[in-house]
């Protein structure tokens, strides 16, 4: 099993990037996935997630509105997609699903917003 995602950078607040994560080595479509970040000196949390079978889509009210998750089952991916990104949405994102048990995370990408 593995996750990779890909996409971060440096951006400009109100600026915008899409990250991608790269699955292999399971059913991706069989899953939902899950977005999470983790910023300095802050617990990692749940920001957006989506199912596996009529691709409904949650988000955290920190990002609802601003940021859109969504899924490619041809190519294993899952995106998300941030527009208007403020410097409090500096972190390290991550990918993840739970299967067989637990939880799996890729290891992340840096976003950082700042002028």
């Known amino acids: 099993v593995q996750l990779v995602e890909s996409g971060g950078g440096l951006v400009q607040p109100g600026g915008s990037l899409r990250l991608s994560c790269a699955a292999s080595g399971f059913t991706f479509r069989s899953y939902a996935m899950r977005w999470h970040r983790q910023a300095p000196r802050k617990e990692r949390e749940f920001i957006a997630g989506i199912s596996s079978t009529d691709g409904g889509t949650n988000y955290a009210d920190s990002v609802k509105g601003r940021f859109t998750i969504s899924r490619d089952n041809a190519k294993n991916t899952v995106y998300l997609e941030m527009n208007s990104l403020k410097p409090e949405d500096t972190a390290m994102y991550y990918c993840?699903?739970?299967?067989?048990?637990?939880?799996?995370w890729g290891q992340g990408t840096q976003v950082t917003v700042s002028s």
């Open positions: 993840a699903f739970r299967g067989w048990g637990r939880d799996y």
